[in-house]
């Protein structure tokens, strides 16, 4: 039987997080996870909703430590809770919120200060590698959360990998700007800094003027764990930005330019990851450098049937991904979107990447994205709508649509086309379907419909 440490490289006197601009050492991590270890009620499965990163991780190795499982669903509405509860009967949530609103009997993340375990006392547990650590969930085409199993082992050998490709600075410290129970969050902010001997903080800055706080709180080296959208919006300010060692940005592909800015305004290397929920992390590429993509030690790739599979390495079995990509030789890919991501319409075919991109590169959009129509707006005739949902302050849907009309093919010209004060991004920059299907059911003031090729058949999203 094969055992993997709960934290790697530490002596007691370790910093495993920054909290509050205070050191928090591993003697200390490990007291107060096995304080919380005690107080668990009996249920297997924990819902942790703790958004302070270090409360977060407390709650996940005392979770490890007495055989539980964390669940990790994408998003907390009330129906998905309410299947977790059918999923797990005996699930409960651990809480640092003190109006926490989920159905689940509730344990409330206490801060009171446990005992630093004496030097003496300090042994790191070692977890069963084939123990099951998490539970992550993807929403399937019906909605309803779709479970896959996360054991310790390969989790472990997951980060571990990303960790050599990423090249980490040891003794970094690093700032996420995304959720822990993101499984990017949760691998590169959480799971890295348990098994690489670097500190995590505690804290999780979403506006820009509180990453560049958090950047300036932590130690050199600094690592900043982010996203696409949270660079984006980071870099739109002229402000001097704080010195970085590295980024790293997943969630969605980046562009090569923004990866430039990025690289020149933080003076620091730049890396983006591609994974998934089902395979967490698979390959890695110097974006301001290289389109390619290179799969992390083990991983390989299968083709078959217009579909690719991962396998190998810490994947736990073949797995089915998402993209169109391209199979460069050996181990390197290129990524060309997501297999949803095409649209065809009236027999002309576009990509959602594309369009989006046409759309952002109007003069004056500061954020937009198409997306299709569902239910009783999505049209009669089995022709996909398209729907649009744009941040302008300074434009009309008027003049959008005459820009728009210079750029693509009026049959993906959007119907309606809605100016918002902003996009309904999640955490992680993701924009869900059902926000997006609500913006355009709801058909504010500031939108417009195509009027110039009414006869044109009728598109839907």
């Known amino acids: 039987m094969k055992f993997e440490p709960l934290l790697s490289h530490r002596t007691p006197a370790s910093v495993v997080a920054y909290r509050g601009g205070r050191a928090v050492t591993a003697g200390q991590f490990l007291a107060?996870?096995?304080r919380l270890a005690r107080r668990?009620?009996?249920?297997?499965?924990?819902?942790n909703m703790c958004v302070d990163r270090y409360r977060?991780?407390?709650?996940?190795?005392?979770?490890?430590?007495?055989?539980?499982?964390?669940?990790?669903?994408s998003t907390h509405t009330e129906e998905v809770v309410r299947q977790l509860a059918q999923f797990a009967p005996d699930a409960f949530c651990l809480t640092d919120a003190s109006d926490c609103g989920i159905e689940l009997p509730l344990v409330q993340f206490d801060d009171g200060?446990?005992?630093?375990?004496?030097?003496?006392?300090?042994?790191?547990?070692?977890?069963?590698?084939?123990?099951l650590a998490a539970i992550v969930f993807t929403s399937g085409s019906t909605g309803a959360p779709l479970p896959y199993r996360k054991t310790w082992g390969p989790l472990v050998h997951c980060v571990r990998a990303a960790a050599a490709a990423l090249g980490v600075p040891e003794g970094a410290a690093l700032i996420g700007t995304v959720p822990a129970q993101h499984m990017y969050g949760f691998e590169s902010a959480v799971l890295l800094a348990m098994q690489t001997g670097n500190a995590f903080t505690a804290e999780r800055p979403f506006y820009p003027a509180d990453v560049r706080a958090a950047i300036d709180a932590a130690p050199r080296p600094r690592v900043l764990i982010t996203t696409p959208v949270h660079l984006r919006t980071v870099l739109a300010d002229d402000l001097e930005l704080p010195g970085l060692d590295l980024i790293v940005s997943a969630t969605a592909p980046l562009s090569q330019d923004l990866a430039r800015e990025a690289e020149r305004r933080f003076g620091a290397p730049l890396l983006e990851i591609y994974g998934s929920t089902e395979t967490g992390q698979i390959a890695m590429r110097h974006t301001a450098e290289r389109?390619?993509?290179?799969?992390?030690h083990g991983v390989r790739l299968r083709a078959d049937n217009g579909q690719t599979y991962a396998y190998g390495g810490h994947v736990e079995q073949m797995t089915s991904l998402c993209d169109v990509l391209e199979q460069n030789g050996g181990n390197e890919f290129i990524l060309h979107g997501r297999t949803a991501d095409l649209v065809n319409i009236a027999g002309k075919r576009s990509s959602f990447g594309y369009l989006n991109a046409q759309l952002n590169a109007i003069p004056g959009v500061q954020d937009g994205v198409f997306f299709l129509r569902e239910g009783e707006h999505a049209g009669v005739t089995g022709i996909p709508r398209l729907a649009a949902a744009v941040v302008a302050p300074t434009l009309s849907a008027a003049a959008l649509m005459k820009y728009l009309r210079r750029r693509i093919d009026p049959v993906f010209l959007p119907r309606p086309l809605v100016i918002v004060e902003r996009l309904p991004r999640n955490a992680t920059g993701k924009l869900p379907q059902q926000a997006l299907q609500?913006?355009?059911d709801r058909r504010p003031r500031r939108a417009v419909r195509p009027t110039s090729h009414r006869r044109s058949p009728r598109s839907q999203s």
């Open 32 to 34: 107060d996870a096995n």
């Open 40 to 47: 668990l009620p009996a249920g297997r499965h924990v819902l």
């Open 56 to 73: 977060f991780t407390v709650g996940l190795a005392a979770c490890l430590i007495s055989g539980r499982a964390s669940l990790l669903p």
């Open 113 to 131: 200060p446990s005992p630093e375990l004496p030097a003496e006392d300090y042994r790191p547990p070692l977890i069963r590698a084939e123990q």
């Open 291 to 296: 389109v390619p993509f290179t799969l992390l």
């Open 438 to 440: 609500a913006l355009a």
